[in-house]
């Protein structure tokens, strides 16, 4: 390990994956093992009056609310969600019972002698429909699972001395992970302990979730990652409701029970990205200064709160981009719903915010008829500022480079001059973004988790990473050794870091929020340099660290004033495309992206997430539809539900800029999320570039452009 560190190495994971002999959860086997299938709910929301359930088969089961003997709710951030339905079922999709049994196709067919007698009630099924309060609410009084706003500078005086005001609205809709692995989990129940199996992101998670749902003391439950393929936030939340379903199973029936998702039903139930609307209001002195800046921010939580408190934080504190605006005011709702609940998905809440203030600079910057890039660099953060909640940003910031580099790239300025004056029926377009990502827990999340790591040198050599935090897809079970491999310099072949099991690691913390390598690898670098200091001493040695922020981070959760992030990631994208103007088929010819992320731990693995993160945000910004009709979740198949494929994906140039973070391991920062902002935007500020009509919303579909040329816009 004496090269640089950013050097890549072949994945540690690749030949199992490769050859086929990574086991998945769907390949474990257990004697006697039992499989489970969920009955649900077919209504948004309606009260249950009574279920008629036929004789049932030796060795049959039924699993429902009266096999839950603790909480029957699922531990999230609050206790909204149960892990079966009560009186009441609130979405369509949501879990009534199991039926668990031998036979597959016995327990399907016992499904469908089931009869659920509802009485329907009145759904509430859009934001508009949560905000209006003319229907009961589903939660609380207002619908609202979270309201928060905050303020920056005086915006009030700020509006009421401009000379112009500039308002627009902004939506987005929801984005489906779709994973290549659905959800999976097998419930194992031995000598009074319950082991959990299954694919996931947070293991930590799903243990507290059951031991609340059993009711039991922590040392009976345990819960093992399985390899997993792929999550991308989908992994992060709702698996704690299914270990708590298989759970609960194994205990009332006494065998291992395994409960793997169709991919149908993976679609139609689990969280998406929230939907949102972003309404902003900037004002402007004569000069054409902007003077303030006023965010409305409304996500559709869905049926359940969830994670929506903490994706809604960090919508918020994107709200402005990546601009200083002296006088700012930020609010922010969830709203509750009768549809599908909603969670983490790759830069969660940050896609939706950036959207709208992207676009909103690019409108006023067309408006103001100034090149975007020129107008955006006159509003850029720097090194000094302060963020939208005053917090210092004390690390370099290398916009200017950022955007000098991908303007040379991709010529942009000369493009979008060119492509402004296009007519005829085929017209190209160029759009760019800039974006940043804040790394690891907001505010003092991280200092509550206190996530705790830890190093074990054998007394053969051999050295264990001992965390929660899980490989799926991400290059996790690589990065973290060779951190470790290269601040103890032994080969990276003597480090062992394996799936995660509660009951041998300490709780570093979920694998969320892009925090896996800035803030775990942190701890990782710190604890090898120290054992690097001990290796001369015999037998085994144990190191453990637990995280605290910087001293220099201060926060206020109240207010949501200062230091939301210890440091950010930044980038920028360039879209190219073509568009036929009489289909309005947008073809992508080229994208270009600039990333600041310190420094690459693997500068190959840093491609595939520049790469994979990209096409994300491609189709989250052109293909990518889903809608719900009356609460059910119409496109529920990998047919129906389009995500760019290697064919639809044009070249991909990307450069990296090094400034390296001096409390990240070997300079890291994050960058797993950040790679996904930007790309959907500059698709759209590409076609408002090619079309000349201005784009409130994403995905951009042809039939929206057909809608507009129609009505002269």
Request: one cysteine or more.
């Amino acid at each position: 390990m004496s090269e640089t560190i950013g050097k890549s190495i072949p994945r540690v994971d690749v030949l199992d994956k490769c050859g086929g002999s990574a086991k998945y959860v769907d390949d474990m086997k257990f004697d006697n093992m039992l499989y489970a299938k969920t009955l649900r709910s077919t209504r948004p929301r309606a009260k249950i009056l009574s279920l008629e359930i036929p004789a049932l088969p030796d060795g049959y089961y039924i699993i429902d609310r009266n096999d839950v003997p603790g909480r029957n709710r699922v531990r999230i951030l609050i206790y909204d969600q149960p892990f079966f339905a009560e009186d009441v079922v609130n979405y369509i999709g949501e879990p009534i019972l199991l039926v668990v049994g031998a036979d597959k196709a016995k327990i399907l067919d016992i499904i469908s002698q089931i009869e659920v007698h509802y009485e329907d009630l009145e759904p509430i099924l859009s934001i508009e429909d949560a905000e209006s309060g003319d229907k009961e609410p589903i939660f609380g009084e207002d619908n609202r699972f979270v309201d928060y706003e905050y303020s920056k500078g005086d915006p009030d005086k700020a509006f009421a001395a401009s000379a112009t005001i500039i308002e627009n609205e902004y939506r987005t809709g929801y984005q489906e992970q779709l994973y290549l692995e659905p959800h999976g989990v097998i419930g194992v129940f031995r000598d009074g302990k319950v082991t959990v199996y299954g694919c996931m992101q947070c293991p930590f998670y799903a243990r507290n979730a059951v031991i609340e749902g059993l009711g039991w003391d922590e040392e009976r439950v345990q819960i093992i990652q399985t390899t997993t393929g792929g999550a991308f936030g989908g992994k992060e939340e709702y698996p704690s409701l299914i270990c708590g379903q298989a759970a609960f199973a194994a205990v009332k029936t006494g065998h291992p029970v395994k409960l793997i998702f169709e991919r149908t039903e993976d679609i139609e139930v689990t969280t998406k990205r929230h939907p949102s609307i972003v309404k902003h209001r900037t004002a402007f002195d004569a000069a054409g200064n902007i003077l303030a800046m006023d965010v409305d921010i409304k996500f559709d939580g869905g049926a359940y709160a969830g994670l929506s408190d903490v994706v809604l934080q960090r919508g918020m504190f994107c709200a402005v981009g990546a601009y200083d605006i002296p006088n700012l005011r930020i609010g922010g709702r969830a709203f509750a719903t009768n549809t599908v609940p909603c969670g983490a998905f790759r830069g969660f809440g940050a896609p939706q915010a950036f959207f709208a203030v992207e676009m909103q600079m690019q409108n006023i910057a067309d408006k103001l008829g100034i090149d975007p890039i020129d107008f955006k660099l006159r509003y850029a953060l720097k090194k000094g500022d302060t963020t939208s909640t005053g917090g210092i940003l004390r690390d370099e910031i290398k916009i200017p480079e950022i955007m000098r580099t991908i303007d040379d790239m991709s010529n942009f300025r000369d493009k979008f001059q060119k492509y402004e004056n296009e007519s005829g029926n085929i017209r190209h377009g160029i759009g760019f973004s800039l974006f940043f990502h804040g790394c690891g827990f907001t505010g003092n999340g991280e200092n509550i988790i206190s996530g705790k790591i830890t190093l074990r040198k054998s007394s053969d050599g051999a050295v264990e990473i001992l965390i929660s935090n899980t490989e799926m897809g991400q290059g996790a079970l690589t990065a973290l050794r060779k951190i470790v491999a290269k601040t103890l310099n032994i080969p990276i072949e003597d480090v062992i870091y394996e799936n995660p099991d509660t009951d041998r690691v300490p709780d570093s913390g979920p694998t969320v929020a892009s925090r896996t390598t800035v803030i775990v690898g942190g701890l990782l670098e710190i604890a090898a340099a120290e054992l690097k200091e001990r290796w001369h001493e015999s037998g085994e040695i144990e190191i453990s660290k637990v995280y605290k922020h910087p001293d220099y981070i201060t926060w206020d959760q109240k207010s949501l004033h200062g230091d939301a992030y210890p440091t950010y990631s930044w980038g920028a994208n360039v879209v190219e495309v073509e568009i036929d103007t009489i289909t309005c088929e947008i073809t992508l010819k080229k994208v270009w992206a600039v990333f600041d992320v310190g420094m690459a731990i693997d500068e190959k693995m840093l491609r595939g997430q520049i790469e994979g993160g990209i096409a994300q945000g491609l189709g989250y910004g052109n293909i990518e539809v889903m809608n719900s009709n009356d609460g059910k979740i119409q496109q529920n198949s990998i047919t129906d539900y389009m995500i760019p494929t290697a064919s639809d994906l044009p070249e991909i140039e990307s450069q990296l800029i090094d400034n390296p973070y001096p409390y990240g391991p070997f300079g890291a920062k994050c960058a797993g999320e950040l790679t996904l902002v930007g790309a959907g935007i500059a698709l759209a500020s590409a076609v408002q570039n090619a079309l000349g009509s201005q784009i409130y919303k994403i995905p951009v579909r042809p039939e929206d452009l057909l809608e507009e040329f129609e009505n002269g816009n």
